[in-house]
């Protein structure tokens, strides 16, 4: 059985960092990549990165580069989204998903986890 189970998010002001944390099990993790998606209110889901175990390779939205990093703990079945200098069009709920394919594309994602809520600002 496949559980995603994401943690770390919060309140911050804008400029502040946070990390977020993905438990990920149940699955082969050579075969899917994993990633984050976001979802701000009014607004459809959208991509925000995603890590290839295989090969370390990652991918990011414009929006986050050079400010998001995604990295991976095998040891610990983890996927970690480190995202600094936060602004608030960052606020969203973000999921922690499992990708067929390194794109991030919603239809891309085999299982989804049950997200955190980010916000920056008041």
């Known amino acids: 059985q496949v559980q995603l189970v994401e943690s770390g998010g919060g309140v911050v002001q804008p400029g502040d960092s946070l990390r977020l944390s993905c438990e990920a099990s149940g699955f082969a993790w050579e075969y899917y990549p994993v990633g984050w998606f976001r979802q701000a209110p009014g607004k459809e889901r959208e991509g925000v990165s995603c890590i290839s175990d295989n090969d370390g390779t990652t991918h990011y939205a414009d929006s986050v580069k050079g400010r998001f990093t995604i990295s991976s703990d095998r040891s610990t079945n983890r996927v970690y989204l480190q995202m600094n200098s936060l602004k608030p069009e960052d606020t969203a709920v973000y999921y922690c998903?499992?990708?067929?394919?390194?794109?991030?594309?919603?239809?891309?994602?085999?299982?989804w986890g049950q997200g955190t809520q980010v916000t920056v600002g008041s």
């Open positions: 998903a499992v990708l067929f394919t390194p794109v991030l594309r919603e239809n891309l994602v085999r299982w």
